[in-house]
Each structure stands twice: as C-alpha cells, then as structure tokens.
C-alpha cells in the first residue's frame, strides 16, 4: 500500500511563492513517475507538472511553465512543487499522485494512469 501526504499549502498574495511537498510511503516510491495535479471549485482535476522517477525528466501544463518547478528526492521518498509567481486563478487544492504507468509529454497529463493520490493541500492565491 502506499500513501501520499501532501503539506505546505497555505494563503499567499499574488506574486508570491510557495513550496508544496508529497511525503510518499513505500519502498517503491523511486520506481515510478509523479504528478502534481490541482482542483478549483466547480472545476475538473488539471494536470500541473510530472516528473520521471529518476528526475531527469519533467512536463509542465502550460499554465504553469516557467513559474513553477517539479522535483524529487528519492532518498527521502519527498516530492516537492515550487510555486513561483503565483497568480488567483492558481488557487486550488493540489493533489501528488503515482504515475502507474509509462508515459511521456502530454500523455502524463491525462489522469487515467495514476493510481495513487493524496488526500490534497489548499492553496489560495489573493489578488
């Protein structure tokens, strides 16, 4: 069984910045890609930003490229999305979830393959 456990949400004025972790149970975090995924009221799951199960590889959706960064320790079993820049419409519950299965670029956006997700951490952008 594995479990995700996503923190560091929050309330931030519009331009600032947050860092958002994924604390991953299970020894086989490091074997499997992971998605950061976000839900604003009334609205669809969206993809935000994968990253490979070694790090060497990373897609963002375009809304978020060039302001926000995935990464990963494998070490610690620790996801992380750094948010930059942040704008209102950002405001959502951000969700980490396990790739189940092989993909690249686009096909990482679609959430059918994930298998995995946490329970979400509120962030709210203020204008």
């Known amino acids: 069984q594995v479990q995700l456990v996503e923190s560091g949400g929050g309330l931030v004025q519009a331009g600032g910045s947050l860092r958002l972790s994924c604390a991953a149970s299970?020894?086989?975090?490091?074997?499997?890609?992971m998605g950061w995924f976000r839900q604003a009221p009334g609205k669809e799951r969206e993809f935000v930003a994968v990253?490979?199960?070694?790090?060497?590889?990373?897609y963002y959706s375009d809304s978020v490229k060039g302001r926000f960064t995935i990464s990963r320790d494998n070490a610690k079993n620790m996801g992380y999305l750094q948010m930059n820049n942040l704008k209102p419409e950002d405001t959502a519950v951000y969700y980490c979830?396990?790739?189940?299965?092989?993909?690249?670029?686009?096909?990482?956006?679609?959430?059918?393959?994930?298998?995995?997700w946490g329970q979400g951490t509120q962030v709210t952008v203020s204008s």
């Open positions: 990253i490979s199960w070694s790090g060497g590889s990373t």
């Open positions: 979830a396990r790739r189940a299965t092989i993909c690249s670029g686009y096909g990482c956006s679609i959430l059918y393959g994930y298998d995995y």
């Open positions: 299970g020894r086989t975090f490091s074997s499997y890609a």
